[in-house]
């Protein structure tokens, strides 16, 4: 038997071209990586891995199983439970599991089984934590999400402009397309991106951006697609204001100090993130607050201060989750 420890992943969202996921996987495999764990093989978002053999098979030689949770687990959706089933698949065997940067909210009672079957449980903000802990019956822990948990990378820029996001829900993407048109040097730029060669094109561009945001107007802002996150974390920090329905947008603005306003999304994910974070809600906005947007909303002392003492935490609580992943599949090989 190799010493070498391993462990597969599932829900991989980095295929999903969204620079947040990409950032969250890349840390999660970065994070293993440091531990000396091998990943042997991932299931990408939404696949349908119990039907995937070659996955299964690599269950059963893995040390360890990680569901990386994200944003998935919420309102009872199918592809959540679809994650959670692996705490009770005949392919886990004895293999202990790590459900790991979980949003958990809404869900039925029943899933409670998959939850008691995991080993380790961490969510990504306190109230699913708490969800979680009574739902499974053991103490959860939680840390900022995974994006959060390394430093940006990125120089100081200076700030120009503003940068008009996207949403999961096309009412709010239509929403904040319409304030990039009520808005003076506004740029459109999507958290998600695509990187065939046919979006360079101008044109290309112009009508998915209609198409996508659901809104037709006769000019459209400048329309950028960083190819990556490196690209896209530049594009944050040179922004005077970003305003966003996303969750890892603002995760990703807080990365770079970006003051951000943003509308709800899909589930409480922004509220709860910025509940934890220490920080007033009123960057929360209501989509009639665009009807007449700010052109600027600086972040106050005490905002950059939290927001610094979050990402600290974020990145020391990091080291002590893959570190008890670690043990976890040191303790499934014994």
Request: aromatic share 6%; glycine share 4%.
């Amino acid at each position: 038997m190799s010493n070498t420890l391993t462990s597969v992943i599932l829900n991989d969202t980095s295929t999903r071209y969204h620079h947040g996921c990409a950032r969250v996987v890349r840390l999660l495999r970065a994070g293993l990586k440091a531990q000396g764990i091998t990943i042997i093989a991932t299931s990408p978002a939404r696949h349908e891995w119990e039907k995937d053999a070659a996955f299964l098979d690599a269950v059963k030689q893995a040390d360890v199983i990680v569901i990386n949770g994200e944003g998935t687990l919420h309102h009872g959706k199918p592809a959540g439970e679809a994650l959670l089933r692996i705490a009770t698949h005949p392919a886990r065997g004895s293999t202990p599991v790590a459900l790991i940067n979980a949003l958990y909210q809404d869900n039925p009672s029943e899933w409670a089984q998959y939850l008691k079957a995991c080993d380790l449980i961490s969510a990504r903000d306190s109230e699913s934590a708490a969800a979680l802990t009574r739902a499974s019956e053991k103490p959860v822990r939680w840390l900022p999400d995974l994006s959060l948990t390394a430093p940006a990378d990125t120089p100081d820029l200076p700030r120009h402009g503003i940068i008009i996001g996207d949403s999961v829900k096309l009412a709010a993407r239509k929403v904040l397309a319409r304030a990039a048109g009520r808005l003076p040097h506004v740029r459109f730029i999507p958290t998600k991106t695509l990187r065939a060669k046919i979006w360079q094109s101008r044109l290309a561009r112009s009508v998915l951006y209609r198409v996508y945001n659901g809104f037709f107007p006769v000019r459209i802002p400048p329309f950028l697609m960083p190819h990556d996150e490196t690209g896209y974390l530049r594009e944050l920090a040179s922004a005077e204001l970003h305003i966003t329905g996303r969750f890892h947008a603002v995760c990703l603005s807080m990365l770079v100090e970006a003051p951000f306003l943003a509308l709800s999304s899909n589930a409480s994910k922004i509220e709860r993130l910025l509940k934890d974070a220490g920080m007033d809600s009123s960057r929360i906005i209501d989509p009639q607050a665009l009807q007449n947007p700010p052109a600027s909303a600086p972040f106050t002392a005490d905002e950059i201060k939290a927001i610094r003492a979050f990402r600290q935490l974020a990145i020391a609580q990091a080291d002590v989750l893959f570190a008890d992943i670690a043990k976890l599949a040191k303790a499934g090989r014994a």
